[in-house]
């Protein structure tokens, strides 16, 4: 990347510390070997306490994520211009970005973004009276040659392990497995290859910093590297995620912690980059369908424990967030919180 360009500089106070925790506490979660009820606890008392966890024996075959990591470490290792042939730009939000910011600070990453419905349906602007949609298609790079196939083919298992997942919270929320599949018809997921290459400040700049994750659910891969930190609720520590082979990371988004009302929360989490190792993660992010309110579920409120959220429109929310995102707008980004009671 050059001359260190001064928009990497995170502000004192969100630098990463020298020395970091590594979690012990987050939850390491075995799918094969408990009975449905154990499982079903665990997973309830891991949202609730940590909003964090670790899933293992979760039955996405190996090969399948060693081939799209092997995919993504050779789209990542071309040449600049050759990424950019599939770069993202104002028409199409799928794609090659190595320029995003969050919170106004530029991330240590590179990304490839890709919707898991091909075509997405959006709206088509941010504007809250503008009723009109429209289809994002992905774009895929000629470099590697079963670059698309690894990722579409990855996407089908990790979408079948989030729906798993979504069931275990529903259950875990005292509400039927199934409560929440009917938002995910028309699901605006996506799948994100994150590059973080090696650099000279770890100490000044973040791979992505701080924040909350704004879909339903994430499902992330990370490889040996290490450098994912969440802020661990019970002090506000930011603590490491230990790398633990073929196990997935979890994470509750902003929109469980509104289905929830706050039962169970979103958790703020960033990513430090080092001087000696490139890292490699793919997040899933299991989004709703873009027509859907988000709202406290009726069954989880009653008159001691009123919704604390208005509703809001998923797709909207998300097509403000991904324009102020593109223009970096110096404002602050539309929040959950902007819709609390
Ligand atoms: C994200 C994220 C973590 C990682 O992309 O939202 O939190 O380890 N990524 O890459
Ligand atoms: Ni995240």
């Not at 789209?75 to 794609?95: C, L, W, Y």
């Not at 919707?115 to 349906?121: A, I």
């Not at 996506?190 to 659910?217: E, Q, T, W």
């Amino acid at each position: 990347m050059g001359e260190i360009d001064e928009s990497f500089i995170q502000s004192i106070e969100h630098r990463p510390k020298s020395i970091s925790v590594e979690a012990e506490g987050i939850p390491v979660i075995d799918l094969s070997a408990l009975n449905s009820q154990d499982l079903v606890v665990q997973v309830g008392d891991a949202c609730k306490n940590w909003g964090f966890f670790q899933v293992i024996n979760h039955w996405v075959p190996s090969s399948c994520r060693e081939k799209v990591d092997l995919a993504s470490r050779a789209f990542f290792r071309q040449p600049s211009e050759e990424k950019r042939k599939v770069r993202r730009d104002e028409a199409n939000p799928m794609g090659f970005y190595d320029t995003e910011h969050t919170k106004n600070v530029r991330d240590w990453k590179q990304v490839f973004d890709f919707t898991v419905e091909n075509p997405t349906v959006v709206p088509a602007s941010h504007e809250p009276d503008d009723p009109e949609l429209q289809e994002i298609v992905n774009q895929w790079p000629e470099y590697p040659p079963n670059f698309r196939e690894a990722c579409e083919e990855y996407a089908r298992e990790i979408e079948k392990l989030a729906y798993k997942l979504l069931e275990l919270i529903s259950l875990s929320l005292g509400l039927p497995a199934e409560k929440f599949n009917g938002f995910f018809k028309n699901q605006t997921s996506f799948m994100r290859l994150n590059s973080y290459p090696i650099c000279p400040i770890p100490h000044l700049a973040l791979g992505v910093g701080r924040h909350k994750d704004s879909g339903a659910l994430t499902v992330l891969a990370q490889d040996d590297v290490g450098g994912l930190e969440v802020k661990r609720k019970s002090d506000g520590e930011w603590v490491q995620v230990r790398p633990t082979p073929n196990a997935y990371i979890i994470n509750v988004g902003d929109v469980i912690q509104v289905w929830s009302n706050d039962k169970y929360e979103s958790v703020e989490h960033r990513v430090t980059v080092n001087s000696e190792r490139e890292r490699f993660s793919i997040p899933f992010f299991f989004n709703p369908s873009h027509n859907v309110m988000v709202e406290p579920l009726k069954e989880l409120t009653t008159k001691q424990n009123p919704a604390r959220y208005k509703p809001y429109n998923w797709g909207k929310f998300h097509t403000t967030r991904n324009i102020s995102n593109f223009k970096k707008l110096n404002v602050e980004n539309i929040q959950i919180y902007h819709f609390r009671i």
